[in-house]
């Protein structure tokens, strides 16, 4: 069957993906080396959204393989330098590492790749001679496993492994790794891995330029560089240093490893002295990066060539050693936004001074949800949309003006505008992994205005509805929605002994719920998206209404728990404390009851 072509794209960040059997693909490096990340889980669910379908960790930490397990994202897993040594020994440490740390988490977690070792020829002592009986011993446990035909192995390498970059042409590894090399390219072409190399224009820049122009190392030059020896011209440092490791490989006589690119990326900030580390050079650089590898021109020693290559990196690390720059190579701050955006489709200009996608035609339009996105996609949109989005999802709770039509499509329609054009109004900020679409025609209607971009949002407000009852109690259930699947929790019963006023107000947070009948949720088991519907009745009168001490009183987990971060509201004469009074026992019963 024919590979058809499909673009895959997503919003601020990171995926274009071509149809693995023609074309190259896009992925993003996670490192983890700071104290201020979000969760795995979150990480993983920030991969999602974006569509992101690569991902390179440099370990293989049992809680990020259980956060990207069921996603659909292939991972790439390392081994770190630091254990070399005993998987290099014996097989049956890498035996049991993989029976321990994989094997419970794959197929599940789609694993295709193991590096085993990172950059060792810049480590010190002779830890690369280490490198090959460790990954034959993967290998072999692999085997023995049945999936070294579904994972392949390899290592990672700085340029610093090359002797001579320049031209390509004369490429050439050093003669000092020849002992290491060697051995290492036999295996991968017996096992048909690629070679591994981290390349990075911006220090070739940084550190020689005079040498190099600021334009060549960003894919912006308006000249050729030319090879002597080959005539081939260049137009990006990128090219060259890839072409470089080819012909260095065809020195050895190895003429049909592939080359694929585990790292790459621009920093955003530096120290004084770092002066091209800047948020548009890094913007430049990776947006032209992609553009440079989805469209598959290869290089110019070998056109058309798939370059598989992976970002650097998908958060900031603020406890990298070094300059300023080691700390600033994320495409997302630690909250989870953006440090700037990336326009993954080629169509638009990137506006430098804005950080904003400019659209070619210059019209108003706005961003809604795909009618041939599925229920449980859009609900996890919405769900990012209104937590790690930042986006004031109260227009859209019962009583507010765009609540009604009370369905996802349209609560999400609406949720996804407002981050749309908060965030530059751009393309991949209409994404959502595909649940989003731009449309021309302001889906405004009745009280429910959809903001433009540099607007001020107006919504119209909603009247407190007053409720009278002679009723002496209302029942109150809570509902845990978990995508579409509906728990429903035991009904309590609240006193109404006079006229009450309610107010309505939605309590929505990413928790957890573990398995078993009649357990309570709590913070930090397996990732479930819960929803909380608290319905009040009264007599003939319905509304939904999140009444959150009535939840803490139910269930206490949420008290003082900074995990789940719930808010307390309770109209009392005086403050209420969740962690002194673990009900509102305290407040004037006279008071009317309000979740505001």
């Not at 009444?547 to 139910?554: A, I, N, T």
């Given at each position: 069957?024919?590979?058809?072509?499909?673009?895959?794209?997503a919003?601020?960040?990171?995926?274009?993906?071509?149809?693995?059997?023609?074309?190259?693909?896009?992925?993003?490096?996670?490192?983890?080396?700071?104290?201020?990340?979000?969760?795995?889980?979150?990480?993983?669910?920030?991969?999602?959204l974006?569509?992101?379908?690569?991902?390179?960790?440099?370990?293989?930490?049992?809680?990020?393989?259980?956060?990207?397990?069921?996603?659909?994202?292939?991972?790439?897993?390392?081994?770190?330098n630091?254990?070399?040594?005993?998987?290099?020994?014996?097989?049956?440490?890498?035996?049991?590492?993989?029976?321990?740390?994989?094997?419970?988490?794959?197929?599940?977690?789609?694993?295709?790749?193991?590096?085993?070792?990172?950059?060792?020829t810049?480590?010190?002592?002779?830890?690369?001679?280490?490198?090959?009986?460790?990954?034959?011993?993967?290998?072999?446990?692999l085997?023995?496993?049945?999936?070294?035909?579904?994972?392949?192995?390899?290592?990672?390498?700085?340029?610093?492994?090359?002797?001579?970059s320049?031209?390509p042409?004369?490429?050439?590894?050093?003669?000092?790794?020849?002992?290491?090399?060697?051995?290492?390219?036999?295996?991968l072409?017996?096992n048909?891995?690629?070679?591994?190399?981290?390349?990075?224009?911006?220090?070739?820049?940084?550190?020689?330029?005079?040498?190099?122009?600021l334009?060549?190392?960003?894919?912006?030059a308006?000249?050729?560089?030319?090879?002597?020896?080959?005539?081939?011209?260049?137009?990006?440092?990128?090219?060259?240093?890839?072409?470089?490791?080819?012909?260095?490989l065809?020195?050895?006589?190895?003429?049909?490893?592939n080359?694929?690119?585990?790292?790459?990326?621009?920093?955003?900030?530096?120290s004084?002295?770092?002066?091209?580390?800047?948020?548009?050079?890094a913007?430049t650089?990776?947006?032209?990066?992609?553009?440079h590898?989805?469209?598959?021109?290869?290089t110019?020693?070998?056109?058309?060539?798939?370059?598989?290559?992976?970002?650097?990196?998908?958060?900031?690390?603020n406890?990298?050693?070094g300059?300023?720059?080691?700390?600033?190579?994320?495409?997302?701050?630690?909250d989870?936004?953006?440090?700037y955006?990336?326009?993954?489709?080629?169509?638009?200009?990137?506006?430098?001074?804005t950080?904003?996608?400019?659209?070619?035609?210059?019209?108003?339009?706005?961003?809604?949800?795909?009618?041939?996105?599925?229920?449980?996609?859009?609900?996890?949109?919405?769900?990012?949309?209104?937590?790690?989005?930042?986006?004031?999802?109260?227009?859209?709770?019962?009583?507010?003006?765009?609540?009604?039509?009370?369905?996802?499509?349209?609560?999400?329609?609406?949720?996804?505008?407002?981050?749309?054009?908060?965030?530059?109004?751009?393309?991949?900020?209409?994404?959502?992994?595909?649940?989003?679409?731009?449309?021309?025609k302001?889906?405004?209607?009745?009280?429910?205005?959809?903001?433009?971009?540099?607007?001020?949002?107006t919504?119209?407000?909603?009247?407190?509805?007053?409720?009278?009852?002679?009723?002496?109690?209302?029942?109150?259930?809570?509902?845990y929605?978990?995508?579409?699947i509906?728990?429903?929790?035991?009904?309590?019963?609240?006193?109404?002994?006079?006229?009450?006023?309610v107010a309505?107000?939605?309590?929505?947070?990413?928790?957890?719920?573990?398995?078993?009948?009649g357990?309570?949720?709590?913070?930090?088991?397996?990732?479930?998206?819960?929803?909380?519907?608290?319905?009040?009745?009264?007599?003939?009168?319905?509304?939904?209404?999140a009444?959150?001490?009535?939840?803490?009183?139910?269930f206490?987990i949420?008290?003082?728990?900074?995990?789940?971060?719930?808010?307390?509201?309770?109209p009392?004469?005086?403050?209420?404390?969740?962690?002194?009074?673990?009900?509102?026992?305290?407040?004037?019963?006279?008071?009317?009851?309000?979740?505001?």
């Open positions: 069957m024919g590979c058809g072509f499909r673009l895959v794209f919003i601020l960040q990171l995926l274009v993906i071509l149809d693995p059997c023609k074309g190259s693909i896009v992925g993003i490096c996670y490192g983890r080396n700071a104290d201020d990340l979000p969760t795995p889980d979150k990480a993983a669910q920030l991969v999602q974006h569509n992101i379908k690569y991902v390179r960790i440099y370990d293989s930490n049992i809680q990020v393989l259980k956060a990207f397990a069921n996603t659909g994202v292939e991972l790439m897993i390392g081994v770190p630091s254990d070399l040594l005993p998987f290099s020994q014996f097989q049956t440490n890498a035996d049991t590492w993989l029976k321990n740390s994989i094997l419970p988490y794959y197929p599940a977690t789609k694993i295709t790749y193991i590096t085993v070792g990172a950059e060792v810049e480590t010190t002592g002779n830890v690369s001679a280490l490198v090959v009986p460790a990954m034959r011993n993967v290998l072999t446990a085997k023995k496993a049945g999936l070294s035909k579904k994972i392949k192995v390899s290592s990672t390498h700085s340029l610093g492994v090359l002797s001579r320049f031209p042409s004369a490429g050439a590894f050093s003669s000092s790794y020849a002992s290491f090399l060697k051995p290492l390219l036999e295996f072409v017996e048909q891995s690629p070679f591994m190399i981290d390349i990075y224009p911006y220090y070739a820049y940084r550190d020689s330029p005079s040498n190099v122009t334009d060549y190392a960003l894919f912006q308006s000249s050729e560089v030319i090879d002597p020896n080959t005539g081939l011209l260049y137009t990006n440092m990128f090219d060259a240093q890839i072409d470089a490791i080819y012909y260095a065809m020195g050895l006589n190895f003429k049909t490893i080359v694929m690119v585990t790292e790459t990326g621009w920093p955003s900030k530096g004084p002295k770092e002066t091209a580390a800047t948020p548009d050079n913007q650089y990776n947006t032209n990066l992609i553009r590898v989805i469209n598959n021109t290869g110019p020693a070998k056109p058309g060539e798939k370059v598989d290559t992976y970002l650097f990196s998908l958060f900031n690390e406890r990298k050693p300059l300023e720059s080691e700390r600033n190579w994320g495409l997302f701050y630690p989870q936004t953006s440090v955006n990336l326009d993954f489709t080629g169509k638009n200009a990137v506006d430098m001074t950080n904003n996608v400019t659209s070619s035609n210059g019209t108003t339009t706005w961003c809604i949800a795909s009618s041939k996105a599925s229920e449980a996609d859009l609900q996890n949109a919405l769900d990012w949309a209104c937590g790690s989005g930042n986006v004031d999802c109260t227009p859209i709770q019962p009583s507010q003006p765009c609540f009604e039509p009370d369905n996802t499509v349209s609560h999400a329609s609406y949720a996804f505008n407002v981050y749309y054009q908060q965030n530059g109004a751009t393309d991949i900020a209409c994404s959502f992994g595909g649940s989003g679409i731009k449309v021309d302001n889906p405004s209607y009745d009280s429910c205005l959809y903001m433009t971009a540099g607007s001020n949002k919504i119209a407000s909603s009247n407190t509805t007053a409720i009278s009852s002679t009723s002496s109690s209302a029942t109150v259930k809570v509902r929605r978990m995508l579409n509906i728990l429903e929790a035991q009904a309590f019963a609240m006193p109404f002994n006079k006229t009450k006023q309505t107000f939605c309590l929505s947070k990413q928790l957890r719920f573990p398995k078993g009948k357990k309570q949720p709590h913070c930090g088991s397996p990732k479930v998206s819960v929803t909380f519907e608290v319905e009040v009745k009264l007599q003939n009168a319905t509304l939904k209404c009444l959150e001490p009535l939840l803490l009183r139910e206490p949420f008290v003082n728990n900074p995990e789940c971060n719930v808010l307390i509201r309770w009392c004469t005086k403050p209420y404390n969740a962690s002194l009074h673990p009900h509102p026992s305290q407040c004037d019963k006279s008071e009317s009851l309000s979740c505001q």
